[in-house]
């Protein structure tokens, strides 16, 4: 499956401890993107990478929040101290973007549902 | 409010039907217009992808309208399946900077149930 990854699919942790997703875009993707979405809404942007630099992040990403490319390659989004507005559905998703093309198809991952009580 | 709004909420029709789902935005400036269906508990999986300049685009059963003078858009599902059923969220993005965030703005979706 050469499609976007994402480990794991779903975790339930306490409230106050860390958790940590994994992200494998598309091989020859240079743009990754995390998500989050709750249930009955859409996904909201969280933050974005070209190759390994993290160029924007949301003021929905709190300091708790902290997200690595390190090689360009996968990411990880881990949180720390988990509180119960933490549980959603959290979405990655990578892209191919070159300064030529005007719309960028953006490939999704299957998500990682968090579960935090 | 949302720059992206879609109606109807939920949707319910029968399985052979024809159905027509709505995309209002207020994104400026407007570089595309995507529908993506997503299953419950999986990722969105694109459908369509238009650019200003574009005012239709099938792909199958699926086929998406666009009006940027109104900015509105329309998705037409063709003899609907039981595996239709999903949600089906609008997506717009401004125009991009070079190397730049898409920013991509999300509706809140339209769940479609097919029954048989």
Redesign the interface.
């Known amino acids: 499956d050469t499609g976007v990854s994402q480990d794991p699919r779903h975790k339930i942790t306490k409230r106050g401890q860390n958790v940590t997703f994994r992200c494998d875009p598309i091989s020859e993707h240079n743009r990754l993107y995390w998500y989050r979405q709750t249930l009955g809404q859409g996904p909201e942007f969280l933050t974005y990478f070209q190759n390994e630099a993290q160029l924007e992040k949301s003021r929905l990403l709190s300091d708790r929040f902290s997200a690595e490319r390190p090689k360009g390659s996968f990411s990880t989004l881990e949180i720390q101290r988990t509180e119960q507005g933490d549980s959603a559905m959290y979405l990655c998703a990578s892209s191919q973007g070159t300064q030529s093309v005007i719309s960028y198809e953006q490939y999704f991952g299957p998500g990682t549902r968090l579960t935090v009580t | 409010k949302n720059q992206?709004e879609q109606s109807p909420q939920s949707l319910i029709i029968l399985e052979g039907k024809n159905c027509t789902l709505q995309c209002n935005y207020t994104v400026s400036p407007f570089?595309?217009l995507r529908w993506?269906k997503q299953d419950t508990?999986?990722?969105?999986?694109?459908l369509t992808?238009m650019?200003f300049s574009e005012n239709t685009k099938s792909n199958g059963r699926y086929t998406a309208t666009l009006d940027a003078d109104t900015k509105q858009s329309s998705l037409h599902i063709t003899a609907s399946q039981l595996s239709d059923s999903a949600s089906y969220?609008c997506?717009v993005?401004p125009r991009?900077e070079?190397?730049?965030?898409?920013?991509?703005t999300?509706?809140?979706?339209t769940r479609l149930t097919i029954i048989p």
């Open positions: 992206v570089s595309n993506y508990g999986r990722g969105p999986v694109s992808i650019t969220i997506v993005s991009p070079n190397f730049g965030n898409e920013k991509l999300f509706g809140t979706g």
